[in-house]
């Protein structure tokens, strides 16, 4: 039966509006005249076209997979001879536009979290083999998420430079497959400090430094036993001490009591000029003569202009008080560490030497840690005196900070006649 068809206008505006609905906005052209069975059997033609786009199966895509893309129909209807009605429909938004709203908070987000991730650190380029050992241990960054927090990077830093220069990993930065720490290395305990007894004593000063070596070693150590009968007598030059009023500093420096001196104190001796620099004293003397000891010493301790090394031991025993002991005792330091400064003048060490200043002239070294040797020694004869509570008072400090005697081996102690 032939169909009977409206107008052309009417059947274009029901073609738009239902048929191509789906389709989207349409440009159009205005038709031309032509036979409306020409028309009419294009209309057909580009619905059927439209319908088989529209109902087109759609693949389901496979798990894990993107959808498919929808494909975009297009409708072309020629009418009459030099004219034509194109249908040119834009892409489908409208199903999409819901799917492109849900995904605008992810995407922020997720450029929010990447902002937000802070860049990787590095270990420094030290040396190459930290750089090597780094990447051949395991990486705790391939573990790590791309929103990995900054503590979790300097995490990973710290465990991938422990590993590569062989130390305990932190245990901020350790993994459960790193097991339990290894034992911390302690640094070795220094060495006691010298003292004059204990374990650090003078049996043992040797041994506590390298450079304490001669202590044990040395042939030509201080103090010594002097015995007249073994000594070499004949003349000797006098010591030509020129000590002025000074001042010093006291100095409590743990095991005696040293006065650093500051003036113009100048001993000459065998062709040289000897300026005073400290002296000390020790509880007993260390110095022994004709088998016989003493209650303390003091040592004057002098160096030329080459660096040469002179002491004056003077002798002190039990008897009357000592002005020159009991101006030192004035400005005793009360604890180790501690020093007290002198008044200007204060200090005469001529009024420490005794009148008979004759001596025993030999060769030694320091009485105390390095025991650097090569030390021109002159011990004088006289003591001189102090009285019990002077010697009480530095006593009850230093119950006993004198080396022993040291052996003599073959060395000649001149007596000065």
């Given at each position: 039966?032939?169909?009977?068809?409206?107008?052309?206008?009417?059947?274009?505006?029901?073609?738009?509006?239902?048929?191509?609905?789906?389709?989207?906005?349409?440009?159009?052209?205005q038709?031309?005249?032509?036979?409306?069975?020409?028309?009419?059997?294009?209309?057909?033609?580009?619905?059927?076209?439209?319908?088989?786009q529209?109902?087109?199966?759609?693949?389901?895509?496979?798990?894990?997979?993107?959808?498919?893309?929808?494909?975009?129909?297009?409708?072309?209807?020629?009418?009459?001879?030099?004219?034509?009605?194109?249908?040119?429909?834009?892409?489908?938004?409208?199903?999409?536009?819901?799917?492109?709203?849900?995904?605008?908070?992810?995407r922020?987000?997720?450029?929010?979290?990447?902002?937000?991730?802070?860049?990787?650190?590095?270990?420094?380029?030290?040396?190459?083999?930290?750089?090597?050992?780094?990447?051949?241990?395991?990486?705790?960054?391939?573990?790590?998420p791309?929103?990995?927090?900054?503590?979790?990077?300097?995490?990973?830093?710290?465990?991938?430079?422990?590993?590569?220069l062989?130390?305990?990993?932190?245990?901020?930065?350790?993994?459960?497959?790193?097991?339990?720490?290894?034992?911390?290395?302690?640094?070795?305990a220094?060495?006691?400090?010298?003292?004059?007894?204990?374990?650090?004593?003078?049996?043992?000063?040797?041994?506590?430094?390298?450079?304490?070596?001669?202590?044990?070693s040395?042939?030509?150590?201080?103090?010594?036993?002097?015995?007249?009968?073994?000594?070499?007598?004949?003349?000797?030059?006098a010591?030509?001490?020129?000590?002025?009023?000074?001042?010093?500093?006291?100095?409590?420096?743990?095991?005696?009591?040293?006065?650093?001196?500051?003036?113009?104190?100048?001993?000459?001796?065998?062709g040289?000029?000897?300026?005073?620099?400290?002296?000390?004293?020790?509880?007993?003397a260390?110095?022994?003569?004709?088998?016989?000891?003493?209650?303390?010493?003091?040592?004057?301790?002098?160096?030329?202009?080459?660096?040469?090394?002179?002491?004056?031991?003077?002798?002190?025993?039990?008897?009357e008080?000592?002005?020159?002991?009991?101006?030192?005792?004035t400005?005793?330091?009360?604890?180790?560490?501690?020093?007290?400064r002198?008044?200007?003048?204060?200090?005469?060490?001529?009024?420490?030497?005794?009148?008979?200043?004759?001596?025993y002239?030999?060769?030694?070294?320091l009485?105390?840690?390095?025991?650097?040797?090569?030390?021109?020694?002159?011990?004088?004869?006289?003591?001189?005196?102090?009285?019990?509570d002077?010697?009480?008072?530095?006593?009850?400090?230093?119950?006993?900070?004198?080396?022993?005697?040291?052996?003599?081996?073959?060395?000649?102690v001149?007596?000065?006649?």
């Amino acid at each position: 039966m032939p169909i009977a068809l409206p107008s052309p206008r009417f059947l274009l505006a029901v073609l738009l509006g239902g048929a191509l609905a789906s389709v989207g906005p349409v440009a159009w052209a205005q038709p031309t005249q032509g036979g409306n069975e020409r028309m009419s059997q294009q209309l057909r033609e580009a619905i059927e076209r439209a319908n088989s786009q529209r109902t087109a199966p759609t693949k389901r895509p496979a798990k894990g997979e993107p959808p498919p893309a929808a494909p975009t129909p297009s409708v072309t209807v020629n009418v009459g001879q030099g004219g034509a009605l194109r249908v040119v429909p834009t892409p489908p938004t409208a199903p999409s536009a819901p799917r492109a709203a849900a995904s605008t908070p992810a995407r922020k987000a997720q450029a929010t979290a990447q902002d937000e991730v802070p860049p990787q650190r590095t270990a420094p380029a030290a040396a190459p083999a930290l750089a090597r050992t780094a990447s051949a241990a395991p990486s705790a960054t391939a573990r790590t998420p791309a929103r990995a927090s900054e503590e979790q990077v300097q995490r990973q830093y710290e465990r991938a430079r422990a590993i590569a220069l062989g130390l305990p990993i932190p245990v901020q930065a350790r993994l459960p497959r790193d097991g339990a720490l290894p034992e911390e290395r302690k640094p070795a305990a220094p060495p006691p400090p010298w003292s004059y007894s204990g374990p650090g004593g003078p049996q043992a000063w040797a041994r506590l430094q390298p450079e304490y070596q001669l202590c044990g070693s040395g042939q030509r150590q201080s103090p010594i036993h002097i015995e007249e009968s073994a000594a070499l007598q004949g003349p000797n030059e006098a010591l030509g001490f020129d000590y002025r009023p000074s001042t010093g500093t006291v100095v409590h420096d743990g095991r005696t009591i040293r006065v650093e001196v500051q003036g113009e104190n100048v001993l000459q001796v065998r062709g040289s000029s000897w300026r005073l620099e400290s002296f000390d004293f020790q509880h007993p003397a260390g110095e022994v003569i004709n088998h016989g000891g003493f209650a303390m010493g003091v040592h004057l301790v002098h160096r030329n202009a080459q660096g040469q090394t002179a002491i004056v031991a003077v002798l002190l025993q039990p008897g009357e008080e000592n002005p020159f002991i009991d101006r030192v005792w004035t400005y005793i330091p009360l604890d180790a560490g501690d020093m007290v400064r002198m008044p200007l003048a204060w200090l005469d060490l001529s009024t420490l030497l005794p009148k008979d200043q004759r001596y025993y002239q030999f060769f030694g070294s320091l009485t105390q840690p390095p025991c650097t040797e090569g030390v021109l020694w002159m011990v004088l004869k006289q003591p001189v005196t102090l009285s019990a509570d002077q010697l009480r008072l530095f006593a009850q400090m230093f119950p006993a900070n004198a080396r022993p005697v040291q052996a003599l081996n073959g060395r000649i102690v001149r007596d000065a006649q």
